[in-house]
Structure formats: structure tokens, C-alpha cells
Nanobody
Framework: VQLVESGGGLVQAGGSLRLSCAASGFTVDEYAIAWFRQAPGKRREGVSCISSADGRVDYADSVKGRFTISNNDAKNTVYLQMNSLKPEDTAVYYC?????????????????WGQGTQVTVSS
């Protein structure tokens, strides 16, 4: 099982990025996929999650209305579209999957993690 993130980079405040999480070893309609982020000196926090059981999506309050999670079953990939980016969105972004179709807010319940992709938003 492997998760590979891509799409990070440097962007100015107000800009957009789309992160991708490509899965192998399982299908994205089998397990939920979540995005977490960790900024320097801060705890890792959940950003968004999409359930494979019912398609339900969840967002952290800090990104609601700006970020959109979606999946592409044909490409076995989950995306995180990030608009109206702010400097406080700067972090390493990780995708993760539990061995369950349901999302959970607890990072210790996720079994598989990608290597992370850096997102830097300049002011």
C-alpha cells in the first residue's frame, strides 16, 4: 500500500493549488482518504476527509469554503483543491487512509501515510 502526494509549492496569498494523493495497493472507493497538515512547531491537524462509504466530506473550520476534496476512481486519486490561500495555510500536507471506509478525526487511526508535500503561502 502506498500513498504519494504531489502538487505542493510556493504561492502568493490569495492563490490556489491542487494537491493530489495517488493510491496504490488499494482503491479509493475502499478506504476513506484524509488530508492532514503540519506547520513547523505545531501539531498535525486534520484538514479534510472523504468517506468511501457514502461520499461524505468533512472540513476543518479553518478551510471551509476555501478547500474542496474530491476523488477520481478511474485514476485512484484524491484531490485537495485549495483556493484563497493564506500564509497560515503554510505546512507540509499529508494524505492518509485508515483501513475503513469511514473518516475519523484521530490521526492515530490512520494506517497508511504519504511522504508529504510542502505548501508555502507568501504574504
Amino acid at each position: 500500500v502506498q500513498l504519494v502526494e504531489s502538487g505542493g509549492g510556493l504561492v502568493q496569498a490569495g492563490g490556489s493549488l491542487r494537491l493530489s494523493c495517488a493510491a496504490s495497493g488499494f482503491t479509493v472507493d475502499e478506504y476513506a482518504i484524509a488530508w492532514f497538515r503540519q506547520a513547523p512547531g505545531k501539531r498535525r491537524e486534520g484538514v479534510s476527509c472523504i468517506s468511501s462509504a457514502d461520499g461524505r466530506v468533512d472540513y476543518a473550520d479553518s478551510v471551509k469554503g476555501r478547500f474542496t476534496i474530491s476523488n477520481n476512481d478511474a485514476k485512484n486519486t484524491v484531490y485537495l483543491q485549495m483556493n484563497s490561500l493564506k500564509p497560515e495555510d503554510t505546512a507540509v500536507y499529508y494524505c492518509a487512509a485508515p483501513q475503513s471506509p469511514h473518516c475519523t478525526p484521530y490521526d492515530h487511526e490512520y494506517d497508511y501515510w504519504g511522504q508529504g508535500t510542502q505548501v508555502t503561502v507568501s504574504s
